[in-house]
C-alpha cells in the first residue's frame, strides 16, 4: 500500500519559482524511480523530470536548465525557475514501485495546479 501526497502548486508571474513536494507513505516497499509528469487542457500527459533511485536524471526538453528534480528517501522535489506560461498544468507526482518477481507498479499523487501568468 502506497500513497503519495503532493504539495506546491500555486499562481506565479513569468519569471517566478516555484517547488513542488511529494513523499511516499506506506511500508514494505521499493522504489525504482519517482517524477513528475503535467498536463495542460487538451494535451497528452508528459514526463517532465524524472530520477532512479540510483540518482540519475532526466528531463523533457522544454524545462531543461530551469528545472530540477530531487529526491531524499522516499519524497521528491521539483524546483521550478525562470517558469514561462507554457509550464501551466496540473502536475502529478509519480512513483514507480518495484514488486517481487520483476514487476513494477505506477501511483500517483492527486495532482497540483500550476498557474504562470505572462
Known amino acids: 500500500q502506497v500513497q503519495l501526497v503532493e504539495s506546491g502548486g500555486g499562481l506565479v508571474q513569468a519569471g517566478g519559482t516555484l517547488r513542488l513536494s511529494c513523499a511516499a507513505s506506506?511500508?514494505?516497499?521499493?522504489?525504482?524511480?519517482m517524477g513528475w509528469y503535467r498536463q495542460a487542457p487538451g494535451k497528452q500527459r508528459e514526463l517532465v523530470a524524472g530520477?532512479?533511485?540510483?540518482?540519475s536524471t532526466n528531463y523533457a526538453d522544454s524545462v531543461k536548465g530551469r528545472f530540477t528534480i530531487s529526491r531524499d528517501k522516499n519524497a521528491v522535489y521539483l524546483q521550478m525557475n525562470s517558469l514561462k506560461s507554457e509550464d501551466t498544468a496540473v502536475y502529478y507526482c509519480?512513483?514507480?514501485?518495484?514488486?517481487?518477481?520483476?514487476?513494477?507498479?505506477?501511483?500517483w499523487g492527486q495532482g497540483t495546479q500550476v498557474t504562470v501568468s505572462s
Open positions: 509519480n512513483a514507480r514501485i518495484r514488486y517481487p518477481w520483476d514487476m513494477n507498479r505506477d501511483y
Open positions: 506506506g511500508s514494505g516497499f521499493s522504489i525504482n524511480a
Open positions: 530520477i532512479t533511485s540510483g540518482g
